[in-house]
C-alpha cells in the first residue's frame, strides 16, 4: 500500500522555535512537495523537490526552508515560528515525467499551532 | 497570479440531487492536468477524477464527472445523487507539465448535502 507519512499530527510549539515537519514516502517517487492550507485560502505551494538535494520555491517560501538529503525525505524547516504561521501542512508526492492523474499522493497532513 | 480559481465558498445541495462545482483555471502550457479532490473534515486528500488537457472525452467516476470546456478554460465537477457522505471540502488543481509538475489548488468549495 502506498504511503506518505508526515512525522506529526498535531504538534504546539513557541514563536521563536525552530520547528522540523518531516515527510516520508515510499513509492521511489520523484516529486516532493510542501502546502500549507488555511481557511479561504486553499492549499498554497511553500517549496517543491523533484530531485535529491534539488527544491524551488513555491508561492509562498518565506519563512521557510527545505531539505531533501535522500529522495524519499522531504523536511520542511520552520527557521523560527511565528503565530502566522499557525495552519495545517501537507506533504504530497508524484511521479516525475507525464502527466497523469492519480500519481499525486498525500500525507494526512500536519497541524501546527505556534503560540 | 492566481491560476485556479473557485468562486463558490460554499454550496448546499439536497440529499439525491445532482450539483455542480465550478472551477477555472489559467495556463499557457499546452499540456496540463486538472484534478480534483475531496477533503473530509478528517484532513486526508481524496482524489476523486482526473482529465488531461489533450483528452478529448469528459472525465468520468462513478456519480462524478467532469465537464471539461478547454476554449473557457473550465473544469467543473458535477457530483450527481448526492449523499450526506458528500458532505466535504472540494478542491481544483491543476499541474503543469514541465520539470516538478507542481500542482496549484483553488481556494475550494465546502458542500454541505442536506438530508
Known amino acids: 500500500d502506498v504511503k506518505v507519512t508526515q512525522s506529526s499530527r498535531y504538534l504546539v510549539k513557541r514563536t521563536g522555535e525552530k520547528v522540523f515537519l518531516e515527510c516520508v514516502q515510499d513509492m521511489d517517487h520523484e516529486n516532493m512537495f510542501w502546502y500549507r492550507q488555511d481557511p479561504g485560502l486553499g492549499l498554497r505551494l511553500i517549496y517543491f523537490?523533484?530531485?535529491?538535494?534539488?527544491?524551488e520555491k513555491g508561492d509562498i517560501p518565506e519563512g521557510y526552508s527545505v531539505s531533501r538529503e535522500k529522495k524519499e525525505r522531504f523536511s520542511l524547516i520552520l527557521e523560527s515560528a511565528s503565530t502566522n504561521q499557525t495552519s495545517m501542512y501537507l506533504c504530497a508526492s508524484s511521479l516525475s515525467g507525464t502527466i497523469s492523474g492519480n500519481t499525486i499522493y498525500f500525507g494526512e497532513g500536519s497541524w501546527l499551532t505556534v503560540v | 497570479a492566481q491560476k485556479i480559481t473557485q468562486t463558490q465558498p460554499g454550496m448546499f445541495v439536497q440529499e439525491k440531487e445532482a450539483v455542480t462545482l465550478d472551477c477555472t483555471y489559467d495556463?499557457?502550457?499546452?499540456?496540463?492536468?486538472l484534478f480534483w479532490y475531496k477533503q473530509p473534515s478528517s484532513g486526508e486528500m481524496i482524489f476523486l477524477i482526473y482529465q488531461g488537457s489533450y483528452d478529448q472525452q469528459n472525465a468520468t467516476e462513478g456519480r462524478y464527472s467532469l465537464n471539461f470546456q478547454k476554449a473557457r478554460k473550465s473544469a467543473n465537477l458535477v457530483i450527481s445523487a448526492s449523499q450526506l457522505g458528500d458532505s466535504a471540502m472540494y478542491f481544483c488543481?491543476?499541474?503543469?507539465?514541465?520539470?516538478?509538475?507542481?500542482?496549484?489548488f483553488g481556494q475550494g468549495t465546502e458542500l454541505s448535502v442536506k438530508p
Open positions: 488543481a491543476m499541474r503543469e507539465g514541465g520539470q516538478g509538475g507542481k500542482l496549484i
Open positions: 495556463t499557457s502550457d499546452p499540456s496540463y492536468g
Open positions: 523537490s523533484y530531485d535529491v538535494k534539488m527544491k
